[in-house]
Structure formats: structure tokens, C-alpha cells
Nanobody
Framework: QVQLVESGGGLVQAGGSLRLSCAASGRTFGGYTMGWFRQAPGKERVFVAVRRWSDGSTYYADSVKGRFTISRDSAENTVHLQMNSLKPEDTAVYYC??????????????????WGQGTQVTVSS
């Protein structure tokens, strides 16, 4: 079973950048779909980005498309989320998630069975 640990969150001004990392332990990412979700205070956890293991295809929420990039570092068994042009509305706890295989409903929280503990991202105006 994969265990996930996020890092890289923090406080940044609007327009700035942050790079989140999700490190896996227990086994490699091979065969796992890796996703990022976020949860703002008082709101539901929502999809941000996902990377398909088989061909490296990536998908993004409309709200982050063109600003965020999900990538994988096989050597370090780590998935990253590069976040550029950050906005105050990006403020949330960001969670890394994993599931075996691919689901066409990759944007749904219930489709992932492995979660990290989350890392706080705060964007000031």
C-alpha cells in the first residue's frame, strides 16, 4: 500500500508561485493514478489536477488550467504540482490522492482510496 506525504505549501502573494510535492512510500507509483485536490474553509474537497500513469496524460480543473502543472519524478517517486499566477481564491488545503488504475470519473473524491495529510496554501491579495 502506498503512503503519501505532501510538502511545499506556504504563504505567497497573489501572482506568485509555489511547488507542491507528494512523496510516496511503501511502493512505487507504477500503475497508480495520481491526483491533487483542494479544500477551502467551509467548502467541499474539489478536484485540481490528475496524471494518468499509463501515458502521462494530464487533466485540470478549469479554474487552474494554464496556471498549474502536474508532473511526476519517477526517480524520486514523487508527484509535483507547480502552481503559478496564484490567486487568493486558490487558498486551501491541498491533498495528494492516489488510486490503482484509471477512472474516467477522475474528478470525484470517492474514486481515490489513498490520501495524504494535506498541505496549506495561502495566497494573500
Amino acid at each position: 500500500q502506498v503512503q503519501l506525504v505532501e510538502s511545499g505549501g506556504g504563504l505567497v502573494q497573489a501572482g506568485g508561485s509555489l511547488r507542491l510535492s507528494c512523496a510516496a512510500s511503501g511502493r512505487t507509483f507504477g500503475g497508480y493514478t495520481m491526483g491533487w485536490f483542494r479544500q477551502a474553509p467551509g467548502k467541499e474537497r474539489v478536484f485540481v489536477a490528475v496524471r494518468r500513469w499509463s501515458d502521462g496524460s494530464t487533466y485540470y480543473a478549469d479554474s487552474v488550467k494554464g496556471r498549474f502543472t502536474i508532473s511526476r519524478d519517477s526517480a524520486e517517486n514523487t508527484v509535483h504540482l507547480q502552481m503559478n499566477s496564484l490567486k487568493p481564491e486558490d487558498t486551501a488545503v491541498y491533498y495528494c490522492a492516489a488510486r490503482t488504475g484509471w477512472s474516467g470519473r477522475y474528478h470525484e473524491v470517492s474514486k481515490y482510496n489513498i490520501w495524504g495529510q494535506g498541505t496549506q496554501v495561502t495566497v494573500s491579495s
